[in-house]
């Protein structure tokens, strides 16, 4: 299939214009005639360019696109019609990519198209939750309190996303320093003690010998390390990428040690449940709102156990049942509440409630995790000097133990 540029007028004479895919000139034709449209011109778009494919690699950040949905609430509101507020906002967006975004569903829903379907066209820009929550304020006439709902919800979940990073900086960087350290020692005090050995002759250690060894292999055979270690990224990424690999890594990840199982549950929990707020506030059909809000919880076990609640409310079933027989995805206050919820008709309430919940354990156990792992990451690195160190002693006192 092939796009198409067209110009047109409709009915009443005004022009229209926008973009068709097609498999030919002919079809286009076609399709417009039948929305009622007279043509006056039709041109095959351009293959894209090198610069089109660069603009693959760009990406629009959260806080962009959170502040483009509170414009486009915000001018809605005020009684500015859809396609002048998207004009508004092509003029005012920085981002290229979101800019493009824009004018493409501004020519979209020139050309006839709803909304949210013009919006779908853009998947990696506006998810499953985006359409999802508009389309429903298309449907009840509530799009700008949608939009506000869209725009809240884009901003808890950068918050998280924030939070995360910043726990992670501190172990990275020390990580990372701690790295760098055991390579230079390996790599110019091992040699220059090695030779001093030599000199002494006699049986080294076993943790000299070790570490005499592995000075050798990083510079002598540094290329197979890497490649070692590119190859268990390959697998361990392949892995995880297959459909029972990322069943396997989630349940994983929800039991690590040192309190990063308990974050990153209640991490998945809290947008679970901050989405399925929004999109039963918005007015979601529940059966839709199950199905995107697993898929976009982040985590495969809750995914998996969304799937059973969507089977359970399919069936006449409730939608707490099927949660109870996961705990390790649905702890028992999340049932609780989910479970009041249902009998008092106030599900999004209870959900809210729920997420607020769990934003603020997220926030305390990453401050908790951020003070343990500071005397860890000390001590690690700590351990490996003085292992490098000890080993290249050991022998010298060794040596002066048999001169005395």
Do not use: C
């Not at 494919?53 to 959260?62: E, G, I, Y």
């Not at 906002?89 to 493009?100: A, M, R, S, V, Y």
């Not at 392949?238 to 309190?259: A, N, T, V």
């Amino acid at each position: 299939m092939s796009t198409f540029v067209f110009k047109a007028l409709d009915l009443s004479g005004a022009a229209a214009s926008g973009e068709v895919e097609a498999e030919t000139k002919q079809a286009v034709a076609s399709q417009l005639r039948a929305r009622g449209l007279i043509v006056t011109d039709i041109e095959e778009q351009e293959a894209a360019n090198a610069g089109d494919l660069l603009a693959r690699f760009k990406t629009v950040k959260s806080a962009e696109l959170t502040i483009a949905t509170r414009q486009l609430s915000t001018m809605i509101s005020s009684g500015m019609s859809l396609l002048r507020t998207l004009y508004v906002l092509e003029e005012q967006t920085d981002n290229e990519l979101l800019k493009e975004a824009f004018i493409d569903v501004r020519k979209d829903v020139e050309a006839g198209l709803a909304f949210s379907d013009a919006l779908a066209r853009h998947p990696k820009i506006f998810n499953d939750l985006y359409v999802a929550m508009v389309a429903a304020g298309e449907t009840g006439g509530i799009m700008e309190s949608t939009l506000i709902r869209v725009a809240d919800q884009l901003e808890k979940d950068d918050s998280l996303r924030r939070q995360i990073k910043a726990a992670m900086i501190y172990p990275s960087v020390i990580g990372g320093f701690a790295l760098l350290v055991l390579v230079a020692l390996i790599t110019f005090l091992v040699p220059v003690f090695e030779q001093v050995f030599k000199d002494f002759g006699g049986e080294l250690p076993l943790i000299t010998k070790f570490t005499v060894a592995l000075s050798h292999l990083v510079i002598g055979r540094w290329y197979l390390m890497i490649g070692s270690v590119a190859l268990v990224v390959y697998a361990f990424r392949r892995w995880k990428s297959s459909d029972k690999g990322q069943i396997q890594w989630d349940r994983i990840k929800l039991k690590f040690p040192m309190q990063i199982g308990d974050i990153v549950q209640k991490v998945a929990l809290a947008r679970f449940s901050r989405t399925f707020s929004s999109l039963v506030a918005a007015g979601v059909p529940m059966l839709e709102a199950i199905d995107i809000t697993g898929r976009t919880s982040g985590n495969k076990v809750i995914e998996l156990a969304m799937f059973e609640v969507g089977e359970s409310v399919k069936s006449g079933g409730t939608l707490v049942a099927p949660m109870i027989r996961t705990p390790e995805a649905f702890p028992v206050l999340v049932t609780q509440m989910i479970g009041v919820g249902e009998e008092t008709g106030a599900i999004e309430v209870m959900l809210s409630k729920v997420a607020d919940f769990y934003e603020d354990q997220v926030a305390a156990a990453v401050k908790a995790l951020t003070s343990i792992l500071e005397p860890v990451m000390i001590i690690v690195v700590g351990g490996i000097v003085g292992f490098i160190v000890i080993a290249m002693y050991l022998p010298m006192f060794k040596v002066y133990d048999q001169i005395k």
